[in-house]
């Protein structure tokens, strides 16, 4: 039978979802929109085939509405959804960040502990991007040989009025924090940010690009370049050395095109097109993963680990200079 997903906050995310939920993913349809503003959730319902709108997560829940929750409100909004799908034991995939704070993710921890099984998957996508996946694949063949250092790019072409300082690292390093000990093996043991000449065309209220200097436990050395104003399109790239030769990922693909003297290739214009084939196989491996009554991708352990190093980015970020990191080990029931 079908699996019914009610998701959760209908703004540009979950919007997204919903019509990917409807028209890509198999297995699935949404059965329920919970979003307070009327205007959004009528919005939603109309790019559905007949889902149903409630203003509380509880609401949907309580009329039996759902067999899973997807989470696409900011990340402040979380925690009071997750607990409650996690009494229900409701299977969540649930946008990034897991929480805000690593005091709020190990109460969502807790409560699925104490469920006894694990039911929420969290929405770092980029594990589900086929370049990343092999890269990953690469580094752990061992093929070119030891990962020495990662040189990251992470370039969004300008950010909303919403996007504050502290963003940089809670909304957009935060998917570094997660994929770079992914993709090379080892947690991260200390991180520094450092501020780059400033970008006239950045908004006030804000400082950037900043450069991200990240020490992993194996001393795999990695920098991330943020930029969030850099005005020509939205790119993500990582290059991976190695003893002997180098890799990389996020390089413009497709068409090329030579034309009145110049030769050029498209470039995104946002992580919609970016991430589409990661986000469609991230939603479709976590409704295969429910309906066989299991969990995959990253966990709320993930989620916790990442929130302690966003918690460390921020601090740097006001002038703390290098902050290490102290992650406990993985629980058992994480591992
Ligand atoms: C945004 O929230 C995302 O998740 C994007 O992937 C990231 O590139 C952007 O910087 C964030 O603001």
Not at 160 to 165: A, F, G, K, T, V
Not at 167 to 186: K, Q, R, T, Y
């Amino acid at each position: 039978s079908t699996f019914r997903v009610g998701v959760v906050g209908a703004g540009m995310m979950g919007a997204d979802h919903i019509k990917r939920l409807t028209q890509t993913i198999s297995g699935a349809d949404v059965s329920a929109v919970i979003e307070p503003d009327a205007e959004r959730a009528n919005a939603a319902l109309e790019s559905t085939r007949d889902a149903t709108a409630y203003m509380r997560v509880e609401d949907a829940l309580e009329a039996g509405a759902v067999d899973g929750l997807l989470v696409a409100t900011p990340g402040f909004l979380h925690e009071p959804v997750l607990l409650p799908a996690i009494e229900a034991g409701i299977p969540t995939l649930c946008e990034k960040p897991l929480t805000p704070d690593p005091e709020s993710s190990l109460r969502v921890l807790e409560a699925e502990q104490a469920g006894g099984r694990r039911l929420i998957q969290v929405g770092f996508m980029r594990r589900f991007d086929p370049e990343y996946r092999q890269m990953r694949q690469l580094v752990e063949s061992g093929d070119s040989g030891e990962l020495l250092l990662l040189r990251c790019a992470h370039r969004n072409p300008q950010v909303p009025d919403s996007y504050q300082q502290e963003s940089l690292i809670n909304d957009s390093v935060v998917h570094e924090f997660d994929i770079v000990p992914w993709l090379a093996g080892s947690p991260i043991r200390s991180v520094e940010v450092k501020f780059a000449r400033r970008n006239p065309l950045t908004p006030e209220r804000l400082r950037e690009p900043i450069l991200v200097l990240m020490e992993l436990e194996n001393g795999v050395l990695v920098d991330l370049e943020m930029n969030v104003s850099i005005q020509f399109g939205y790119q993500v790239t990582t290059e991976a050395v190695f003893d002997s030769g180098v890799a990389r990922i996020g390089e413009p693909a497709g068409m090329q095109t030579w034309r009145s003297g110049r030769f050029s290739m498209g470039e995104h214009a946002d992580f919609t097109t970016r991430f589409a084939t990661a986000y469609d196989a991230q939603v479709q491996a976590w409704v295969d993963a429910a309906r066989a009554g299991t969990t995959t991708g990253p966990s709320a352990w993930d989620g916790y680990r990442v929130a302690v190093a966003c918690e460390a980015g921020v601090a740097s970020l006001g002038g703390g200079g290098q902050r290490t990191i102290d992650i406990p080990p993985t629980p058992a029931f994480y591992a």
